[in-house]
């Protein structure tokens, strides 16, 4: 007899062969339908297997699989949120629980319960990983629906990425050593993420004859990392080959002073010369910030600075211009104007108008 699940559908079940074979409906009527045509001789016809047919692993099986997935295709700070946001709703949820018990309340009670604890925007988040978690599921797992689409995001007090007045570029990067000028410089001149100078090796990614440097990001349509060639402009070039006449220039381009191993992650680095030069701290991604804001100054065709920032979209380039308030070259051309317009004196951003 067909039996009603917590989540208002009803569950026809058949024994066949010592085997439970089932299958959900939206009413009882249907479920005791399916239930009378089922038949031994049936079933062998279809060549269904008992998986496909209860295609049904418990939430721990599925969140297991999709875990190792994700950590072969995402980067490993996707994978721990998406880790985290799982453990956090298996505190609400028995683990060994199948999905039917993941109904449209128990999703808004987890990203409710979240948003209390850490704020709306954090209770996105999970939203956003428990969304694709369960997209997964329907896709390999037999799973139905999405219960946490059903639940509407969150509003959003969102404060704008801070980037600073280049005044303050420079006084940091007066105060800096020669070779955290040059890692500063590489930054602001290449418009790179914040792990991005850490990768480069001379080997691979500086090329000083041709002045020209490789920028990557994992941020694709298949998580595969993507390369482009961007010529430098003539200041970093020229502190390029005075850092590599520093250092050997073998290996990789950074590397720690203190152990002579290439650098992970400089966490407080800038904020600690912003420290010393009494300037509001900034770090990373203020300064490609800083970046596409002189790009956009200048007039520089959108286009080109999409190409700069390694965006896949228009539309997010177009979205981060307006948070922050071509060719390979348009970079190293709007710098060397900007260097010459310099001319050793510290610019406004109005003094960049018109490059």
């Not at 009378?36 to 060549?47: G, I, T, V």
């Not at 209770?123 to 329907?138: E, I, T, V």
């Not at 602001?188 to 792990?195: E, F, I, M, N």
């Amino acid at each position: 007899m067909p039996y009603k699940m917590k989540n208002g559908r009803w569950r026809g079940v058949k024994m066949i062969q010592g085997q439970r074979k089932t299958r959900l409906f939206d009413t009882k009527t249907e479920a005791k339908k399916w239930e009378a045509q089922q038949d031994e001789e049936l079933w062998r016809k279809q060549l269904v297997t008992i998986e496909e047919t209860t295609p049904i692993i418990s939430l721990h099986e599925a969140a297991t699989a999709y875990l190792e997935y994700s950590e072969q295709r995402h980067h490993h700070h996707t994978f721990w949120a998406k880790r985290d946001a799982l453990r956090r709703f298996f505190k609400l949820v028995k683990p060994n629980a199948g999905p039917e018990v993941v109904t449209n309340k128990i999703a808004l009670t987890y990203i409710m319960r979240r948003a209390k604890e850490a704020g709306n925007a954090a209770a996105n988040k999970d939203r956003k990983h428990m969304s694709a978690f369960w997209a997964h599921c329907c896709k390999f797992f037999g799973y139905t629906g999405n219960p946490f689409l059903e639940v509407n995001k969150l509003p959003e007090n969102s404060q704008p990425h801070y980037v600073p007045p280049l005044e303050d570029f420079w006084k940091v990067y007066d105060i800096a050593d020669e070779n955290d000028k040059t890692m500063l410089l590489s930054l602001l001149y290449t418009a790179g993420r914040r792990s991005e100078p850490f990768r480069w090796t001379w080997e691979d990614d500086i090329d000083l004859t041709a002045r020209r440097i490789r920028l990557s990001t994992c941020k694709t349509a298949d998580g595969s990392r993507k390369y482009e060639w961007l010529t430098m402009p003539s200041r970093l070039h020229d502190a390029l080959v005075n850092h590599k006449m520093r250092t050997g220039g073998k290996g990789h381009v950074f590397r720690s002073r203190r152990t002579g191993e290439a650098y992970v992650d400089r966490k407080h680095f800038i904020v600690r010369l912003c420290e010393r030069a009494g300037v509001r701290p900034f770090n990373y991604h203020g300064i490609r910030g800083l970046c596409a804001s002189l790009l956009a100054a200048g007039n520089v065709p959108m286009k080109d600075i999409q190409h700069v920032l390694m965006h896949t979209s228009m539309v997010t380039t177009d979205r981060y211009i307006r948070r922050i308030g071509g060719t390979s070259d348009v970079l190293a051309a709007a710098f060397d104007s900007f260097e010459k317009r310099k001319a050793g004196k510290v610019m406004s951003f109005a003094a960049f108008q018109g490059i």
